[in-house]
């Protein structure tokens, strides 16, 4: 019995051993929860001060690239395209101008690009270093120029052949021995062609060619001799003096120009049948008729005469009633082409006298006068009374 309470005392300690046992083991748990803290502020006790952030850099100067594009008809609309150290493209302004910007320094390559146009230089390099560039970066347009050729064929048709174009611009050409012809400085639109050739007949007989942005090559024709018999066409432009080497120009079913001889003759053969104009020139002379319509029909046609008449130089004698003013110091005289209005001045200096003569003139044109009175002190009249003059 003594030995199992002693048992039971040994097993049981008192009171106050469980007070010490419950505060070491609490003591224990803290130093677990103390010791790394206390690593941690050891680690941390290193530095000392308040944290420092750090400032993100500032951000990299950038620069600009601005150049004009002349004329503005060229320049107007054009795209511009950088390239090199940084890629971009932009339109240049109703003036030409144009702009990069928010440009890093280094080298770049600026070109210009119109439909219809070329630029001089066709491309610019810069480079850009702590600066914009606002200078040297020009470039001139220029309007796109084409061609349009072709070959008439066989060569004995072709050979010295009239070529005419029409329609979006208008020109004339001989093809050469081999019946090759060309036209140049033609801008886009469409033209038509058409040759020509006494004594012979052309297939197709006129063509279209629409110019858009490219030489058009190939308006080719094939000529054929005028099967049967051919006639002439003949005349005489008189007096002499008008006549001799007049101009005599023939157009409509065949084109041809000759030169009248000594006496005022002319002939054109190898004429097929058709209808012609005949048209004589000459300087100096004018032509009664200015010029006839002929039709050949199977036969010669002789008789188609001019008469050739000199340009008569003409000038117009002026006089008028000297003013009732003493103060006048002199006249103006005013000539216009329109009765009562748009009267120019003809003298440089006051006419002091009371007549001017004009002798510039044109011939088959009806003229008007008027004359006005100035004073010493520069004051002018109204005008007076207008008088015309019909010119021959």
């Given at each position: 019995m003594m030995m199992r309470r002693k048992s039971q005392f040994q097993a049981s300690p008192p009171a106050q051993t469980h007070q010490i046992i419950s505060r070491l083991r609490g003591a224990l748990a803290l130093a677990g929860?103390?010791?790394?803290?206390?690593?941690?502020?050891?680690?941390?006790?290193?530095?000392?001060?308040?944290?420092?952030?750090?400032?993100?850099?500032?951000?990299?100067?950038?620069?600009?690239?601005?150049?004009?594009?002349?004329?503005?008809?060229?320049?107007?609309?054009?795209?511009?395209?950088?390239?090199?150290?940084?890629?971009a493209t932009t339109t240049a302004d109703s003036s030409g101008n144009f702009t990069f910007s928010g440009l890093a320094n280094g080298t770049y390559t600026v070109t210009p690009s119109?439909?219809?146009?070329?630029?001089?230089?066709?491309?610019?390099?810069?480079?850009?270093?702590?600066?914009?560039?606002?200078?040297g970066m020009n470039f001139t347009a220029a309007a796109q120029t084409f061609?349009?050729?072709?070959?008439?064929?066989?060569?004995?048709?072709?050979?010295?052949?009239?070529?005419?174009?029409?329609g979006a611009a208008a020109a004339t050409t001989t093809a050469d021995g081999a019946g090759n012809y060309t036209f140049t400085g033609l801008a886009n639109g469409t033209y038509a062609v058409t040759p020509s050739r006494t004594g012979y007949t052309f297939n197709p007989g006129t063509q279209a060619a629409t110019v858009s942005g490219a030489n058009v090559p190939g308006i080719n024709f094939t000529a054929t001799a005028q099967v049967g018999q051919t006639f002439s066409m003949s005349g005489t432009i008189s007096p002499t003096t008008g006549g001799s080497g007049a101009t005599v120009t023939l157009s409509g079913a065949a084109a041809a120009t000759?030169?009248?001889?000594?006496?005022?003759n002319y002939t054109f053969s190898g004429l097929g049948?058709?209808?012609?104009?005949?048209?004589?020139?000459?300087?100096?002379?004018?032509?009664?008729?200015?010029?006839?319509?002929?039709?050949?029909?199977?036969?010669n046609v002789s008789g188609v005469n001019f008469t050739a008449s000199a340009q008569v130089a003409h000038s117009v004698a002026l006089s008028w009633i000297a003013s009732t003013t003493s103060t006048v110091s002199g006249y103006n005289v005013y000539r216009s082409t329109v009765s009562g209005t748009g009267y120019a001045k003809m003298n440089s200096l006051l006419v002091s006298v009371l007549i001017y003569t004009d002798g510039t003139v044109q011939n088959a044109t009806t003229y008007y006068y008027v004359t006005t009175a100035v004073d010493a002190i520069g004051t002018e009249s109204t005008y007076s009374n207008e008088v015309p003059a019909v010119i021959p």
């Amino acid at each position: 019995m003594m030995m199992r309470r002693k048992s039971q005392f040994q097993a049981s300690p008192p009171a106050q051993t469980h007070q010490i046992i419950s505060r070491l083991r609490g003591a224990l748990a803290l130093a677990g929860i103390l010791a790394p803290l206390a690593f941690l502020w050891g680690c941390g006790g290193v530095v000392s001060g308040q944290s420092t952030q750090t400032s993100p850099p500032p951000p990299a100067q950038t620069y600009s690239i601005s150049g004009t594009i002349s004329p503005a008809a060229g320049g107007s609309g054009a795209t511009v395209t950088l390239s090199g150290a940084a890629n971009a493209t932009t339109t240049a302004d109703s003036s030409g101008n144009f702009t990069f910007s928010g440009l890093a320094n280094g080298t770049y390559t600026v070109t210009p690009s119109h439909a219809g146009y070329t630029f001089t230089p066709s491309s610019l390099s810069v480079t850009v270093s702590g600066a914009n560039i606002t200078t040297g970066m020009n470039f001139t347009a220029a309007a796109q120029t084409f061609t349009i050729s072709g070959t008439i064929s066989p060569a004995a048709g072709g050979s010295g052949a009239t070529v005419t174009l029409s329609g979006a611009a208008a020109a004339t050409t001989t093809a050469d021995g081999a019946g090759n012809y060309t036209f140049t400085g033609l801008a886009n639109g469409t033209y038509a062609v058409t040759p020509s050739r006494t004594g012979y007949t052309f297939n197709p007989g006129t063509q279209a060619a629409t110019v858009s942005g490219a030489n058009v090559p190939g308006i080719n024709f094939t000529a054929t001799a005028q099967v049967g018999q051919t006639f002439s066409m003949s005349g005489t432009i008189s007096p002499t003096t008008g006549g001799s080497g007049a101009t005599v120009t023939l157009s409509g079913a065949a084109a041809a120009t000759t030169t009248a001889d000594g006496a005022g003759n002319y002939t054109f053969s190898g004429l097929g049948n058709g209808t012609y104009a005949v048209t004589p020139t000459n300087t100096g002379f004018t032509f009664t008729p200015a010029n006839q319509s002929v039709t050949v029909n199977s036969a010669n046609v002789s008789g188609v005469n001019f008469t050739a008449s000199a340009q008569v130089a003409h000038s117009v004698a002026l006089s008028w009633i000297a003013s009732t003013t003493s103060t006048v110091s002199g006249y103006n005289v005013y000539r216009s082409t329109v009765s009562g209005t748009g009267y120019a001045k003809m003298n440089s200096l006051l006419v002091s006298v009371l007549i001017y003569t004009d002798g510039t003139v044109q011939n088959a044109t009806t003229y008007y006068y008027v004359t006005t009175a100035v004073d010493a002190i520069g004051t002018e009249s109204t005008y007076s009374n207008e008088v015309p003059a019909v010119i021959p």
